[in-house]
């Protein structure tokens, strides 16, 4: 038996993260604030803060923060990379993190995002279309849509107006992160064999 680099894009992404994540914590302690984040407020003259819009997925705030999304990225990742192809799971992911990079500095201009939290709830819902047929709509999405959106939209209204609520999880970014799943899901039909 030998190891496999079974799902390229995920597992990339995955040792990419975690060598920011490390850099991070011992030798560069600016690394994911200065390249990783999405920037607060953005200057539309400086190139790097468009690049920080696609690369705020990559840094993580701690190694809790690292292992709670890449649990969930590595157990849908490689079923999404077999059902859409590694290139398409890319290209989601890409446009993921840049539409709710946009959407943060847009709606939110001082506010930092970092984290694959979008990617995570992208891949989520669009795990509930693995067995979509044209026409239909599956249950499990609409299950998934209720559970873990609903969740994430309760969860932004109580931390805005129950005391002692608040914490710095961007349920923004889950529930953009999600609708963006919802859109490839419903228009995207899986690769051919």
Do not use: C
Not at 19 to 41: I, Q, R, Y
Not at 98 to 110: A, E, I
Not at 163 to 184: C, E, K, M, R, Y
Request: hydrophobic residues 55%; proline residues 4%.
């Amino acid at each position: 038996m030998k190891i496999r680099y079974n799902a390229p894009v995920t597992l990339t992404f995955t040792l990419v993260a975690a060598m920011v994540l490390l850099l991070s914590g011992t030798f560069l302690p600016g690394l994911t604030k200065d390249w990783f984040s999405t920037p607060a407020p953005f200057h539309a003259n400086a190139a790097k803060d468009y690049v920080k819009l696609f690369t705020h997925a990559i840094g993580h705030a701690s190694l809790d923060h690292f292992i709670s999304n890449f649990s969930f990225i590595l157990l849908l990742g490689p079923i999404l990379e077999m059902t859409y192809g590694s290139v398409m799971v890319l290209i989601m992911m890409v446009v993921t993190a840049l539409v709710t990079g946009g959407l943060q500095v847009f709606l939110f201009p001082n506010t930092i995002l970092l984290g694959a939290s979008g990617i995570v709830f992208m891949m989520i819902l669009l795990a509930s279309f693995t067995n979509f047929r044209k026409g239909e709509i599956p249950l499990t999405f609409i299950l998934i849509m209720v559970l873990y959106l609903g969740r994430e939209v309760w969860n932004a209204v109580a931390s805005k107006f129950v005391a002692g609520q608040s914490d710095n999880i961007s349920q923004f970014a889950h529930v953009i992160g999600g609708l963006v799943g919802s859109f490839f899901g419903f228009f995207k039909l899986p690769k051919k064999e």
